[in-house]
T-cell receptor
């Protein structure tokens, strides 16, 4: 079975500072990896995903994540955050093949302060 | 394009009352469908998933049930709500691309408060 650990439940940062949200996963088989973002009282939106190929994936709003197989990590980074990035971020994993269910981490609440 | 709808958006119900939340998906056929619940500080909990009409798998024991009467309709129900049923309920659907790849899409959610 797969599992996901998001080490930080809350991350406060100042506007224009860099941020890293950590995600580690556990799986005995190959996986797909995802980051979702949830703004207050809304559903989850896919931010970026790793399926195969380049281990560095980017979103349209400046976030990036790097798949590190040896460290079983998929940390999310942004070099300069905005107030509008304030949201909850969820890391998720799906095994290649088998069930289509996602396994989610418990989420990291990012608060960007002026 | 595909869209997913949930209603109602918000709901306040007394303890012991019944519940029916509806989710519909447009623009795709035979999707896998999911019900999740978010309780404060507890992350995202998968409640039910369905791979086809009438096929429901329950992930956790509880007083909720799910049904899929049509291909793109997924309903979450309860005969008697508990205080602990309060939370944010999310419906989702997923697709496994034949060329490789996968994605899961979420609805806007229903905020349920049980008093």
């Amino acid at each position: 079975a797969q599992s996901v650990t998001q080490l930080d439940s809350q991350v406060p940062v100042f506007e224009e500072a860099p941020v890293e949200l950590r995600c580690n996963y556990s799986s005995s088989v190959s996986v797909y990896l995802f980051w979702y973002v949830q703004y207050p009282n809304q559903g989850l939106q896919l931010l970026l995903k790793y399926l195969s190929g380049s281990t560095l994936v980017e979103s349209i709003n400046g976030f990036e994540a790097e798949f590190n197989k040896s460290q079983t990590s998929f940390h999310l980074r942004k070099p300069s955050v905005h107030i509008s990035d304030t949201a909850e971020y969820f890391c998720a994993v799906k095994r290649r093949g088998g069930s289509e269910k996602l396994v989610f981490g418990k989420g990291t609440k990012l608060t960007v302060n002026p | 394009s595909q869209t997913i709808h949930q209603w109602p958006a918000t709901l306040v119900q007394p303890v012991g009352s019944p519940l029916s939340l509806e989710c519909t998906v447009e623009g795709t056929s035979n999707p896998n469908l999911y019900w999740y619940r978010q309780a404060a500080g507890r992350g995202l909990q998968l409640l039910f998933y369905s791979v086809g009409i009438g096929q429901i798998s329950s992930e956790v024991p509880q007083n909720l049930s799910a049904s899929r009467p049509q291909d793109r309709q997924f309903i979450l129900s309860s005969k008697k709500l508990l205080l602990s049923d309060s939370g944010f309920y999310l419906c989702a659907w997923s697709v496994l691309w034949s060329a490789g790849g996968y994605e899961q899409f979420f609805g806007p959610g229903t905020r349920l408060t049980v008093l």
